[in-house]
């Protein structure tokens, strides 16, 4: 029986909570924004006592399903002041659904200037104070944390952006080699869960089993099919697995869609240098590993482990919005000062993209040169130690561009825009411009259609289609978040019929219910209706869906494109 | 005949226009609040090229009619997002209207990099290269400018935070001795002016005429009865030319609504030590001056002169918001520090309320102690060097607090609270929490009733009746502002019924109307209207019109009292 999981910082007490009737038949992000949305005043400071921070596996979360163990990070976002979820790999999915931990709601504020952790196994919860963890990055904490809890547990933990409640602060969770690697990273949450005075969660799976199943047979099955479907797809089975995600780079490039310079051009002269066909020779090269799962459970594996010249371990590979946001778009093409990059993000506990979106803005802003990769690793650096400089880009890129008066800054919600320009790449800037979430590419991946050839082709140059394609596909999305599978799957979804049959046959064989795929698609619609009412109670309307006004007068090389879907069309996205 | 000045910084060209119908019938707000609502994209980058500048006299200025000098200064601002007027006193007002300028309109933009100004005469008017002034403040900058220009004309600038477009950065206009003191301070104009590339204004009213009048002899009448009205009220004629606005200290303190040390009190120890009491004395011991106008026409003269221990200038009377945001709120109580406080924001051209606020939430968040006031000052003169710590307080309270995440952040739409409590006095919450320009006692004085007994009585500490006050002032006010009246005529007005009679009077016979003094309060409404129009157009709905959390479960000592106007009252507020 799934249980909510209260943790009541204020008192420093916890409560196991029988999962309410509204809340049933959700998890993932559609559990993370009912709660949210139901019990979180939507006026509320981010980092006030009133807001909570709500942790919960996905729906097929502790069962063989292939890329099933994502976990969602929900809040009132401190840097969008809209609703947020963000999922994350790593192990936690998978341990809290064997715990048969449907949520875990952090609620309250404990005393200013004092740490704690949640200590979790089989029906047992402890808040135990951790102030010895203080002004650790995240990388010490889970090492100070193995010292006492081992190596068979799960990780959850900010670093000092979260201690400061920057609103760039990740939550990170610890992968298969106990690495805090894999980040809930947008919407600044680690600056929710540095509120709430919570350094750190300790997942112990022992004694935890795989979650029921309804009918285990057809279960079995369907999830056979589905690791088939995913195994098949040239994206999944080969593109990921052998250049990560940075697979990107010369993809984009090509398309003349890479953000560059703070979205100035959409090509850069150095990409074939940070590209994942680099990428993956280096690692080769060094011993590192191309080929790694960030969690268990995972058949794609897209992520890899970079080494640096003298073989030894820097960071897991940085993904390619990573690698672009501190590559391309600073005009920085050193594989290796990404790579270092990356980890201080990671231990700082920082969104890669909206920090490096924030650097070339101080790039734009004239306090370092594009290009000038020392100053961009010395500024970074100071994110840790807590300096003013440190802390405004660890706020983010609206910071960056409201403390050093930047007319250029690429936001939408105060949240800065992905490694895909919106001009070149029209679907997903319908994306950026209405996603509940502020700018995100993993809202509504419209670069399939548009780039990939992947779920049909839309032109990416024009306006027309792209509100239809961003629409789709934001709903699946949120059907996918709730599911807790990896949104890498939509490949394959997207073009085998199949696979997504045997999405809806997992939960239906889990739940023991008669969903068909058209209810499946609804979830998702509802989903995100209820994060838009949810928004506009805080203070967002249609308004608030546009982008930054350059984009729509600043012709983007090479195409020389504007972006020009109109605001009436935009506000037609979210009516299914 | 009234032109509209049209000033294209883009091409570095003006233009003359006839004032539309549209616009005729307005000045001041009601003008500058008019064309941004019209012609500004709600949507655009206060900073970037699409939004526009608007510098206005009010209705009755160029006239005798006692302190109708005000001039207003609009945009879409970018410190709350939504629209904005600041109105200021000096000579610019009166200059402008006697130059037959209905208004400037600052479009486009400059070269970055390139400073410009603006040099107007009569019939004339010239952009030329101001890139010497680069860098100064505003003192040095109207010093700069007196060597060309002489004595005899009024100058409006910005000084280095206008340059580095920081959101708390001011528009300054000269007094009657060529101080830059008067300020258009609130919601970062200042920047707006920066991002175009227009260092200063001179405005040489040589040639210049009286305002054309319909009936001179209805108008020298009204004008009599007007003035009679402000020498006959015991605050216009006895309270405010004696102790200038700083009187409120003593006042405000006894009442338990003095925000002290970032809102954490409503009284303050050290009260007596800054009050106006104190100051008018320091002010006469020292051979200041306390009884001085800020601009010509002035009757009332509540701005002193404020000299140091040895007897020489160091600024003008520090204003009572001034004397509270460093005073009390930072909980400091000596005025010779705050006097040279208040001479380093007008020059550096930063809004005292937002600076102040800012740097009380900095010691909230631990950067300083209350009370430390050489770490006050210290901090604040990085302002002028653009330190990234002093971006970060020139950017006002809302960046200080995102930056250095501190939950008890006072502000309203991003703009800080004035030195009113509004636990404890309940009126001007609802102003705070309503007005479109974000939290501004001036935009709707409801401690009139609450504390002064003026205009009536409305008890400050319950909820009931206070919706309807700042209601009626918040309209009534749009109305002043639009006249180009001193808000502080209103005291006047609020207890002598002739004095509003002969403010339409004065109206009617400039103009050649028949307006009723009814016609004349439903402009303030259809301002009002316009202006929140525009917010909603630019991404602000009702769930912005609310206070801080904090204000509504943190109890305000002595009185214990929270804000408990309920949200759908406030809601109702601009339901005339």
Redesign the interface.
């Known amino acids: 029986m799934f249980k909510i999981l209260r943790v009541d910082m204020t008192s420093q007490t916890v409560a196991w909570q029988d999962v309410p009737a509204e809340y049933q038949g959700l998890g993932g992000r559609g559990l993370t924004s009912a709660i949210v949305a139901k019990e979180v005043?939507?006026?509320?400071?981010p980092?006030?006592p009133?807001n909570k921070l709500v942790i919960a596996p996905g729906l097929l979360g502790g069962t063989n399903c292939a890329n099933s163990g994502r976990v969602s990070v929900g809040a009132k976002s401190p840097l969008t002041g809209g609703i947020k979820e963000a999922n994350s790999g790593g192990q936690a999915g998978q341990y809290l659904a064997k715990l048969g931990v449907a949520a875990i709601v952090v609620e309250g504020q404990a005393p200013a200037d004092k740490l704690f952790k949640l200590v979790l196994g089989k029906d047992k919860a402890e808040i135990k104070a951790a102030d010895h963890l203080k002004g650790l990055g995240n990388y010490a904490t889970v090492e100070k944390l193995a010292e006492t809890y081992g190596s068979k547990v799960g990780y959850c933990s900010i670093g000092q952006a979260g201690e400061?409640?920057?609103?760039g602060a990740s939550v990170a969770f610890t992968d298969q080699e106990l690495r805090p690697t894999r980040h809930a990273g947008r919407g600044g949450l680690g600056?929710v869960m540095?509120?709430k005075g919570l350094k750190a969660i300790v997942i112990d799976p022992t004694h935890g089993s795989a979650a029921p199943l309804a009918d285990p047979e057809a279960f079995k099955k369907a999830a056979k099919r589905f690791a088939k479907a995913l195994a098949e797809h040239p994206v999944t089975s080969g593109g990921l697995p052998a250049y990560g995600t940075d697979i990107l780079i010369n993809i984009l490039n090509e398309a003349g869609g890479l953000p560059t310079r703070n979205f100035s051009s959409g090509r850069f002269e150095g990409a074939e240098k940070v590209s994942g066909e680099t990428l993956n020779e280096v690692t080769i090269k060094r011993g590192g590993n191309p080929t790694h799962g960030c969690m268990g459970g995972c058949v794609i594996r897209c992520s890899g482990i970079y080494h640096d010249a003298k073989g030894e371990y820097v960071s897991k590979w940085p993904e390619y919005e990573t690698v672009w946001a501190w590559g391309p778009n600073c005009g920085i093409d050193d594989l290796d000062a990404i790579a270092r990059i990356d980890r201080l993000c990671d231990d700082f506990g920082v969104d890669t993209i909206e920090i490096g979106c924030a650097m070339a803005v101080a790039m734009e802003g004239g306090l370092l040169k594009f290009g000038d990769v020392a100053g961009a690793e010395k500024i970074l650096t100071e994110v840790g130690k807590g300096?003013?400089?440190g802390?405004?880009l660890g706020?983010g890129t609206g910071?960056m561009g409201?403390?050093?008066?930047v007319?250029r800054?690429p936001v939408v919600k105060n949240q800065s825009l992905p490694a895909y320009d919106p001009r070149a790449v029209k679907g997903i800037g319908v994306t950026y411009a209405t996603s509940p979430m502020g700018a995100d590419h993993t809202a509504g991946y419209s670069v399939t259609a548009n780039i990939l050839s992947v779920g049909g082709k839309v032109d990416p140059l024009k306006a027309a289609g792209q509100v239809e394609l961003s629409r789709g596909l934001q709903a699946a999305t949120a059907a996918i978040d709730t599911a807790g599978l990896c949104l890498f799957v939509a490949f394959a979804v997207l073009d085998i019929p199949d696979a997504f049959a045997a999405i809806v046959d997992m939960l239906n064989a889990k739940y023991g219910l008669k969903l068909t795929g058209d209810d499946v698609g609804k979830l998702g619609g509802q989903i995100l209706g209820m994060e838009k009412d949810f928004n506009?109670?805080?203070?967002?309307?249609n308004?608030?869906d546009?982008l930054?006004?350059?984009f729509k007068f600043e012709k983007l090389p090479p195409h020389g494109v504007v972006f020009d879907v109109p605001d009436s069309e935009l506000d037609k996205t979210f009516i299914f």
Not at 41 to 45: E, G, R, V
Not at 164 to 167: D, G, I, R
Not at 536 to 541: K, M
């Open positions: 005043d939507p006026t509320c400071s980092i006030g009133l400061y409640k920057l609103t600056a540095g509120s300096t003013p400089l802390r405004i706020s910071a409201h403390v050093f008066g007319r800054v506009v109670r805080a203070g967002l309307n308004a608030d546009r930054p006004d350059f």
